[in-house]
Structure formats: C-alpha cells, structure tokens
C-alpha cells in the first residue's frame, strides 16, 4: 500500500488567498484525520471522520478553515481566507477502526507558508 | 478531560546510552496508550502502543514502554540509543467511545550524539 498520499508537499501563498490540502487515505480505513503541528501549539487534531461523515470538528480554529470528504479515498482542507498564522504543518491521517484505540497512519505532511 | 504531559522538550544522549523518555497522562477510564515517532520531514509512525495485559510493551527499533497506572505513566525506554533515533517522540493517550480520539504530549526532541 502507498500509505497515506497528501498534496502538495509544500504550499507558499500570499495572504487573503485559498489554499486546498488534499488527502488520500489507506484503502479499507474508515477514520480519517486532519492536525496542524507547529511550534508553539504543538500538534492539534483539526477535525475527523468516521464512513465520510464528520464526528468531531471542535479543533477547527475558525470558520476560514473547512474539511470536506465527499468519498471514501479523498478529504480536503480548505483556508479561504488565508492568514499568516496559518502557516504550519498539515497533516492527515487514517486509521481501521475507533480514533482512540487503533494506530493512526500519518502522511508526509503538506508544509503551508502564508506571506 | 483527557492529556499526556511530557516533561522534557529536549534530550541529548550517546549513541550507545539507555535512554528514558517520561510520560504522563490523565484519562478517566481505562486508557488506551500510543508511542509515535516523527523524523525530521516526515509524518508520525507508531513505536508501540499498550491498553490491556502486560506493562511492559515491546516496540519496533528496540524500543519498549512500562505503563504504570499508579503514576499515570508510560515512559519509553531503550537500552541502546542509536544515532538514527535522533527524532521526536510523541506520546498519545485515546480510549473507547463513540467520540474516542487520540491527545498528544507536547513531544520530547532527541538528539544523540556521537
């Protein structure tokens, strides 16, 4: 299996524009994902699904921030608009079975530098 | 409310040297407990994880953990550090529950030296 695909790998923008994360999970995981890491907070758990449906989003810091996940293999994370404390680390993960007992997989992470 | 505390930002040991890393978490039930590892540029790969039977979980890489519940602890260890453990280490805290989810630590960076 090719894990869990995110894109683009890095996204520098300027502020007030639209930025989209995309994110492919593990074939057959039911959860997935979305963290912000950075310095300061640390890694933070945005928002998840369960079966495409979101279950917790209480980690969602505004409402430029939005996740979609329209089918089983895609989910996305949309900024609109952008702000310079955005910039941070994304990344999703997905895992078979309940959030907080089973091995999340983590992808590589889209890095997003808002100017 | 559920959380992991790590007492440590930042560790230096030898390649060679045992190392210890500390965490703390607070859960209401029976928690479930996760050990990640993050490598410069990469995503999070689980080392080990522990929610019933022996204390003392066995990882990849060597490494173990002892889940203590009197001292609300799981502290990893590793007898041998390697310098390709240079990394950062999360530990995470979860549970069963329809809105189960995993908490992390702040993380512990270590740097091993030569």
């Known amino acids: 299996d090719a894990g869990v695909i995110q894109s683009p790998r890095h996204e520098v923008t300027e502020m007030g524009q639209e930025v989209t994360l995309r994110c492919k999970p593990i074939s057959g995981h039911d959860y997935l994902f979305w963290y912000r890491q950075t310095m300061m907070r640390g890694l933070e758990l945005l928002i998840y699904f369960n079966n495409n449906v979101p279950i917790d989003d209480s980690g969602m810091p505004e409402d430029r921030f939005s996740a979609k996940m329209p089918n089983a293999s895609f989910s996305t994370l949309k900024i609109q608009p952008s702000e310079p404390r955005d910039s941070a680390v994304y990344f999703c993960?997905?895992?078979?079975?309940?959030?907080?007992?089973?091995?999340?997989?983590f992808g590589p992470g889209t890095r997003l530098l808002v100017l | 409310a559920q959380s992991v505390t790590q007492p440590d930002i930042h560790i230096t040991v030898s390649e060679g040297a045992s190392l210890e890393l500390r965490c703390n978490y607070s859960y209401g039930a029976t928690p479930y407990l996760f050990w990640y590892v993050q490598s410069p540029g990469q995503g999070l790969q689980l080392l080990l994880k522990?929610?019933?039977?022996?204390?003392l979980v066995q990882g990849i890489k060597g490494f173990e953990a002892e889940f203590k519940r009197s001292q609300s602890s799981f502290n990893l260890r590793k007898p041998s550090v390697h310098w390709s453990d240079a990394a950062e280490y999360f530990c995470?805290?979860?549970?069963?529950?329809?809105?189960?989810?995993?908490?992390f630590g702040t993380g512990t960076r270590l740097q091993v030296t030569l």
């Open positions: 993960a997905s895992s078979l079975g309940l959030a907080g007992v089973e091995t999340q997989y």
């Open positions: 995470a805290v979860g549970g069963t529950g329809t809105a189960s989810k995993l908490t």
């Open positions: 522990y929610f019933s039977g022996d204390t």
